[in-house]
Nanobody
Framework: EVQPVESGGGLVQPGGSLRLSCTAP????????TDWYRQAAGKQHEWISN???????SYAGSVKGRFTISKGRDEEVVYLQLDSLKPEDTAMYFC????????????WGQGTQVTVSV
């Protein structure tokens, strides 16, 4: 069983930055990509970013140009750099590491809270 663990969340002022990490010790497969989602209070999960095994990335329009997804030297670690944070970015941030023969499943972390407030 794989249990990703997110870290790096916290309280920051608007315009500030955070760097989130998603780590899953023992998960070394590069067959599938990793996604970041977020869920604000009272709202549904929102997909925000993806990184493919080949390193290609994609972003939701709401974060494009402000967030950057990357993977560490150890590919079991995926980062999400959050810049130019806005109050509307306040949410619980989750990572999802894909698996399965067609990458149809995902291992979900428990989330890390990001709060952007003055």
């Amino acid at each position: 069983e794989v249990q990703p663990v997110e870290s790096g969340g916290g309280l920051v002022q608007p315009g500030g930055s955070l760097r989130l990490s998603c780590t899953a010790p023992g998960f070394l497969s590069n067959a599938c990509g990793t996604d970041w989602y977020r869920q604000a209070a009272g709202k549904q999960h929102e997909w925000i970013s993806n990184i493919r095994p080949d390193g290609s990335t994609s972003y939701a329009g709401s974060v494009k140009g402000r967030f950057t997804i990357s993977k560490g030297r150890d590919e079991e670690v995926v980062y999400l750099q959050l810049d130019s944070l806005k109050p509307e970015d306040t949410a619980m941030y989750f990572c999802r590491m894909g698996y399965g023969s067609r990458c149809e499943y995902g291992y979900w972390g428990q989330g890390t809270q990001v709060t952007v407030s003055v």
